[in-house]
């Protein structure tokens, strides 16, 4: 009796696991197939069993296409990943499909680590989409794969009249150059005075178009081939005594389409983004001195308070606190005798 509610229990249950198991087939079904052709990064042909061998989407990332950037060196990532290999293919064979290596490995996952991937914006949401763009940052903050090789380098530089008077016209010449090696769709300038009462009067460019307004003006660079350069003239009035800085930031436009091309999909190198230029007003009992708590270069005495901005591409220079009214513009706010580091901010 007791041996016939044992084998009854053992078959109870041998049946609800097998029902669990075709409802989780129903939700992610899984087949084993042979890879036999990788015609894109992220399309597989498989053969399963003895059917034709069909064409699988990997589910959730975009591969750059054989005419784009990177797009030959990602299909030999695939390639050498999975060609010839049994694999695991995961969920609806139409839609797309999770593929496991068989080493375990998620597919998807490494095409993203390499960068030879990149999370699937343009389709359906998918349950890895979260883990998946925590490998992409990854990937693009260590310029693995196409983040590297699809990036370019803009850099600002900026300069400007080392003196002038309250009410004053001061011009300062910006240059844009693509360090390359992809040509800048498009970058957008930004130029401002620093945090104080002087004001953008005129922006000029014959290599964009550019917009003013009273404390900012935006440019829109024409596409700049690599080693190429953009000119911009910005005028600022100046209002009070004491010191006035200039400052210019470009950004990339980085290209967030399934297919670049040639586009760049980043700047790889943003400290070179950002340059400032400090004319000095004296008079009104403000004269030209040196800080001497800043001994890497001639860093003027407040007012005004000048930040970090205003000293670009300058960083990560020495302070000292062993003089009088010692960083007197606050640019070491973590007190370790280094200014403006990212800590300092
Ligand atoms: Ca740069
Ligand atoms: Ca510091």
């Known amino acids: 009796m007791r041996r016939i509610l044992w084998i009854g229990f053992v078959c109870a249950l041998a049946g609800a696991v097998a029902v669990a198991a075709a409802a989780s087939r129903g939700a992610t079904q899984k087949t084993v197939g042979k890879v036999v052709g990788i015609p894109t990064a992220d399309t597989l042909l498989v053969k399963i069993g003895k059917a034709k061998a069909k064409r699988v989407r990997i589910l959730g990332v975009s591969a750059p296409a054989a005419t784009d950037c990177y797009g030959t060196a ?20 139409k839609k797309g499909v999770f593929v496991s290596l068989p080493n ?4 998807g996952g490494v095409l993203l680590a390499r960068g030879a991937a990149q999370i699937d914006i343009w389709s359906a949401r998918t349950t890895r989409e979260q883990a998946y763009a925590a490998v992409q940052r990854e990937a693009e903050r260590t310029f693995q794969g196409m983040w590297g090789a699809c990036s370019t380098d803009l850099e600002v530089s900026i300069s400007g009249p080392e003196q002038g008077l309250p009410g004053q016209l001061l011009s300062y010449s910006v240059l844009v150059k693509n360090i390359g090696p992809l040509p800048a769709k498009e970058a957008e300038l930004r130029l401002r005075p620093g945090n104080y009462s002087e004001f953008v009067h005129k922006v000029t460019s014959a290599d964009g178009t550019c917009t003013p307004s009273s404390w900012m003006a935006t440019c829109a660079i024409n596409p700049l081939g690599p080693g190429a350069t953009a000119a911009v003239t910005v005028v600022l009035r100046a209002v009070n005594f004491g010191a006035l800085s200039a400052r210019a930031e470009v950004n990339l436009l980085g290209c967030i389409a399934q297919h670049c091309g040639d586009a760049p999909l980043l700047d790889r190198n943003l400290d070179s983004n950002h340059a400032s230029a400090v004319t000095i007003l004296p008079g009104g009992g403000y004269e030209r001195k040196c800080d001497p708590s800043y001994p890497a270069g001639c860093i003027p005495v407040p007012p005004p308070d000048l930040d970090c901005e205003d000293f670009r591409p300058l960083r990560n220079f020495p302070v000292r606190h062993d003089v009088p009214d010692a960083d007197d513009h606050h640019l070491d706010g973590n007190h370790d005798g280094i200014a403006c580091e990212e800590e300092d901010y």
């Open 104 to 107: 375990g490995e998620d597919l």
């Open 74 to 93: 990602a299909t030999a990532t695939t390639r050498a990943l999975a060609l010839n290999q049994r694999v695991a293919l995961i969920g609806d064979l």
